[in-house]
């Protein structure tokens, strides 16, 4: 069974901080993985897309990176600012469904403290 | 070009009655999909259509669920006889292709009475 897992559920850092976000997946056979933040009662905003060739994708201060025979991502967040708050989900698109879809992760829930 | 559009933003429901949440993809999309986000928990995936066409709605629940991406017009999710349970949140979300960037919308929040 494809399964995503995000580590850890809740992340509190002070203002300025960089800090690393975590996302596992069970099956390493993937069409790619997609970072997404999500602000309350708000919708899904795309960050980064990486394709199962890529190792990393950046924008701005974010970085994503891929290891895919690991079955690990990373989502690094530079000098961190009060409205990077949100809760942070990891999907991936697994070839086992023909890539119809994205298994998305619980989440990481960040605050960052001015 | 505008995002994703998703109507009602909120949809108040008694148990028994229908509701109908419409998604209109992103201009040059053809391809859409329907995630439940309930309360505390994650995404889960719901329904996959391309226009006119149910690729894979093995996320669905079998009874009181529909989904239709006509010709014309936004894609509906439709329930039927709702129940408390269904309270939650519906994303739609769409991309130009298979295996492509996906966009979401800003959900629609269901609420049974």
């Known amino acids: 069974k494809q399964e995503v897992t995000q580590i850890p559920a809740a992340l509190s850092v002070p203002e300025g901080e960089n800090l690393v976000l975590n996302c596992s997946f069970t099956?390493?056979?993937?069409?790619?993985l997609q970072w997404f933040r999500q602000d309350p009662g708000k919708g899904l905003t795309s960050l980064l897309l990486i394709q199962s060739s890529q190792r990393e994708q950046t924008s701005g201060r974010l970085n994503a990176s891929l290891d895919k025979s690991s079955g690990r991502s990373t989502l690094y967040i530079a000098a961190s600012q009060p409205g990077d708050s949100a809760t942070y989900l990891c999907?991936?698109?697994?070839?086992?469904?023909?890539?119809?879809?994205?298994?998305f992760g619980e989440g990481t829930q960040l605050t960052v403290n001015p | 070009n505008a995002g994703v559009m998703q109507n009602p933003r909120h949809l108040v429901r008694r148990r028994g009655q229908e509701a109908r949440l419409r998604c209109s993809p992103m201009?040059?999309?053809?391809?859409v999909y329907w995630y439940r986000q309930l309360p505390e928990e994650g995404l889960k995936f719901m329904v996959y259509l391309q226009k006119e066409n149910i690729i894979d709605e093995s996320g669905m629940p079998k009874e009181r669920f529909s989904a239709e991406f006509p010709k014309e017009g936004p894609s509906i999710l439709r329930i039927q006889q709702v129940v408390r349970g269904d309270s939650a949140a519906y994303f739609c979300?769409?991309?130009?292709?298979?295996?492509?960037?996906?966009?979401f919308g800003s959900g629609t929040q269901l609420s049974v009475l």
């Open positions: 979300a769409s991309s130009p292709g298979m295996n492509e960037k996906l966009f």
């Open positions: 099956d390493s056979a993937i069409y790619n």
């Open positions: 999907a991936v698109r697994f070839q086992e469904t023909s890539g119809s879809r994205l298994t």
């Open positions: 201009k040059g999309h053809s391809h």
